[in-house]
């Protein structure tokens, strides 16, 4: 079975980067889109990032201007460019792909993005 491997989570000073990059463990057509959210404890799972398979982006406004996604829909691959962070980021961070048609959908592992003041 096909999985998401995310890497490049970890701890870092208020106003630093991290860079997140997710790949898929095996081929996957019919990728649409890929996104990375985020769920910090006691909260709700949310969307950080999301793009599509012609290109589109889009953000929660709370990273706007700070995070960028990219990604490599064909070989299924995402990368997300976390700048000025801050402590509010905290959470763990989730890939996730959607194909498609039936829509299947696919979550990673998730990382811990811990952003201390």
């Known amino acids: 079975q096909v999985q998401l491997v995310e890497s490049g989570g970890g701890l870092v000073q208020a106003g630093g980067s991290l860079r997140l990059s997710c790949a898929a463990s095996?081929?996957?057509?019919?990728?649409?889109?890929m996104g990375w959210y985020r769920q910090a404890p006691g909260s709700q799972r949310e969307m950080v990032a999301r793009?599509?398979?012609?290109?589109?982006?889009t953000y929660a406004d709370s990273v706007k201007g700070r995070f960028t996604i990219s990604a490599d829909i064909a070989q299924s691959t995402a990368s997300l460019q976390m700048n000025d962070l801050k402590p509010e980021d905290t959470a763990i961070y989730y890939c996730?792909?959607?194909?498609w048609g039936r829509g299947d959908q696919l979550w990673g592992q998730g990382t811990q993005v811990t952003v201390f003041s």
């Open positions: 996730h792909l959607m194909t």
């Open positions: 793009i599509w398979n012609d290109g589109r982006d």
């Open positions: 095996g081929s996957i057509r019919s990728v649409y889109t």
